[in-house]
């Protein structure tokens, strides 16, 4: 079955490290994203790629950074310079265009970061 | 810019009845879709519903449907029947037909008492 697997489960990150959380998907969607889940806030967007090889910055940008070399894959590094890291880290992928506009998102299980 | 309310953080229902979850939402555009997603304990997103801006007719999937009131800007789901396996956070979503963004709001934890 086709699905998005993100990976680790949890991750732990030490003051002044970068980490790189992983996401992959086999649907064939050429449209990824990552999003920020923090208590009271619902998701909040980190960056989005509609396309292999370009990615655009979301509404929460600062402190991470991401690529996009395949199709399957949209790596997100959270740098040192994201003061607040900890939270719930969710990987999304889509059809894009907008004959597709119907189709809702598909979700990977999440990554859970937390400072040591 | 397009934006998301959720107004009610925690609703409760009790086992077998109907209880209904509020969404708003602020566009400038005609033409869009509109999620509602449950995501229970286990993390995982679940998509429960979805309505076409341009469809009249609110889109009904089992026990769960939803009152789209597209001059109002609002989108409610409605829960008839409810489950102790409806117990859950549920996010409204908004998509843009130009862009490929998807807007959350800040969701509605809905607990079901047995």
């Known amino acids: 079955d086709g699905g998005i697997t993100q990976s680790p489960k949890y991750l732990f990150r030490k003051e002044g490290q970068n980490v790189t959380l992983s996401c992959e998907q086999n649907l064939n969607h050429?449209?990824?994203y990552w999003y920020r889940q923090d208590p009271g806030q619902g998701l909040r967007l980190i960056y989005y790629s509609q396309i292999v090889n370009d990615f655009?910055?979301?509404?929460?940008?600062?402190?991470?950074?991401?690529?996009?070399?395949k199709k399957e894959s949209f790596p997100l590094t959270v740098t040192s310079a994201q003061k607040n890291p900890t939270a719930f880290y969710l990987c999304a992928s889509s059809i894009p265009g907008q004959q597709y506009s119907n189709q809702p998102q598909h979700f990977g299980?999440?990554?859970?970061l937390s400072i040591l | 810019a397009q934006t998301v309310t959720q107004s009610q953080p925690e609703m409760s229902v009790q086992e077998a009845e109907t209880v209904t979850l509020s969404c708003t939402y602020d566009t400038s555009e005609?033409?869009?879709?509109l999620f509602w997603y449950k995501q229970p304990p286990s993390r995982q997103m679940i998509l429960v519903i979805r309505q076409e801006a341009y469809k009249q007719q609110?889109?009904?999937?089992?026990?769960?449907?939803?009152?789209f009131q597209k001059a109002a800007k609002s989108f409610s789901l409605k829960i008839s029947d409810s489950q102790l396996g409806d117990a859950a956070m549920y996010f409204c979503a908004y998509r843009s037909v130009i862009?490929?963004?998807?807007?959350?709001g800040t969701g509605t934890r809905l607990k079901v008492l047995a």
């Not at chain 2, 005609?30 to 879709?33: L, M």
């Open chain 1, 30 to 32: 050429d449209a990824m």
């Open chain 2, 58 to 67: 609110n889109a009904t999937e089992n026990r769960f449907s939803v009152n």
């Open chain 1, 56 to 69: 655009q910055k979301g509404d929460i940008a600062e402190g991470y950074s991401v690529s996009r070399e």
């Open chain 2, 99 to 104: 862009t490929y963004k998807y807007i959350f």
């Open chain 2, 30 to 33: 005609s033409d869009y879709y």
């Open chain 1, 109 to 112: 299980d999440g990554t859970r």
